[in-house]
C-alpha cells in the first residue's frame, strides 16, 4: 500500500543526507508507513552517492532483519510473560513451541506497544562515508547462545548457493517464514558480486545489543553476476 510521506520527514531527511549525517530510525514493528520511510531514507543516500543500483539489496536485506529483530523482541515478551526463563532449555523449547503456535506475521503489529512497554526496540542506521555504506539492524538485548548457534548454522548453509535461484530449485519458493532470511541476506550480497563477509550479526552482553550489518563498498565496480548471464525458465 502506498503511503504520503510527511514533507517535514522528507525535508529533513533531504538535509541530513546532504549533511552527510549518520541517519538512523527507531522502529518497533515495520509497517507501512516505516517501509514508505526506510526507503525513502535508503533511496536519499543511495541518490546521492550514484548507487541507486543498490537499493534492492540494501532495502530487502534491511526488511529481512528488521523483521528478525522484531521476532526476537516478540520471543522475549512471550517468555517474560510466561515467566518462562529463556535461558533454560527446558523452558526455551516450551516457549518456542507457544511463540512458534501463536505467531504468524499478521500478529506482529499487536506487539508494538507491549514491546515499548517491555523497553525493546530496533534501530536501523545507515552510515556512509570512506566510499562505504554501513547498514546496520540493531536490537537493544544480546542474544542467547541457542540463537548465536542458529546463526552460525545458517551463515554456514548459505555458502551452498551462488543465487537465488539455485536456492530455489532446492527449496521451492515456499519459503516465506521458513527460516531463510539470514541466507537471503547472504545470497543477495554474493549475487549482487560482493564478498559473503560483508554481511555480519554480531553480540555483546556487556553492551546489551545485537547487530546485524551489511557493509557495502561504494567505489567498487561488482560485477554482478547477474549483468554477464541472463537466464530463462523453459
Ligand atoms: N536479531 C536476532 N536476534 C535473535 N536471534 C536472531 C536474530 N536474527 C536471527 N536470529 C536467529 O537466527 C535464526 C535464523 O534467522 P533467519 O535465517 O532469518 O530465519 P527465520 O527468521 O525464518 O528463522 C532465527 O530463527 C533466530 O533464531
Ligand atoms: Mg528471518
Known sequence: METTLESSFCLAVDQAVKEGKKISMITHVLGDTGEEKLKYILSTI????????LMELLYTSAKELIVNSTKAAI?????????????????Y????????TNLNDRK??????????????????????NDK??????????LIPIEA??????????????????????????TEGAGMGITMVEILLSQSGFDRRLFSIYSSEKRNE???????PLKQ??????????????
Do not use: W
Not at 149 to 174: P, Q, S, T
Not at 210 to 216: L, S, Y
Open 210 to 216: 545485537t547487530i546485524a550489518r551489511v557493509e557495502v
Open 93 to 100: 523449547e516450551q516457549g518456542m513451541k507457544l511463540f512458534k
Open 149 to 174: 548457534e542458529r546463526i552460525k548454522e545458517k551463515f554456514l548453509h548459505a555458502k551452498k548457493y551462488d543465487n537465488l535461484f539455485e536456492f530455489f530449485m532446492e527449496h521451492g519458493d515456499n
Open 108 to 129: 506482529f503489529p499487536s506487539y508494538k506497544k507491549k514491546m515499548k512497554e517491555h523497553g525493546f526496540n530496533v534501530k536501523i542506521s545507515c552510515t556512509y562515508k
Open 133 to 142: 555504506f554501513d547498514l546496520e539492524i540493531r536490537n537493544n538485548f544480546p
Open 75 to 91: 520471543k522475549r515478551i512471550i517468555f517474560e510473560d510466561m515467566k518462562f526463563d529463556i535461558r533454560n532449555l527446558g523452558d
Open 46 to 53: 543511495l541518490r546521492k552517492v550514484d548507487r541507486l543500483d
Open 221 to 234: 565496480i561488482s560485477v554482478a553476476k547477474s549483468t554477464y548471464e541472463q537466464l530463462f525458465l523453459d
